[in-house]
């Protein structure tokens, strides 16, 4: 179970999170918990394999604002590298970050 402890272990910012939850605990935990239901990386990696650079963007900077929002920083960080680079629609190796958002967002999902 999802607990402040484990987040804090896991590299979030829990005190920023809270604070963008009005300090609701249970709520914050309650929307932790629904990123984990929501995992859009898998269309993030069809979308840039498929070159589709417009909407990979837009899947990019929509996981960016949901795991910032909640400060989940460990997951945030490659998927803000993402999404800057698609916002200039680079065609670069994606692989590297991709993989690392997976393996965070893995990490995330075993707490």
């Known amino acids: 179970m999802i607990s402040l402890e484990s987040l804090k272990n896991f590299g979030a910012n829990v005190e920023e999170g809270l604070t963008r939850c009005m300090n609701n605990e ?3 935990i309650m929307l932790v918990n629904k990123v984990l ?3 859009k ?3 993030l990696e069809q979308q840039i394999s498929e070159k589709n650079l417009d909407a990979a963007f837009e899947t990019a900077h929509a996981l960016k604002g949901m795991y910032a929002n909640l400060s989940l920083d460990p997951i945030t960080k490659p998927v803000v590298e ?13 692989t590297a970050l991709v993989a690392e958002a997976k393996t965070q967002f893995k990490k995330l999902s075993g707490l």
């Not at 993402?82 to 994606?94: A, P």
């Open 82 to 94: 993402i999404t800057e680079l698609l916002r200039s629609r680079s065609d670069v190796d994606y």
């Open 37 to 39: 239901g929501d995992n």
């Open 41 to 43: 990386l898998d269309l």
């Open 26 to 28: 249970k709520f914050y």
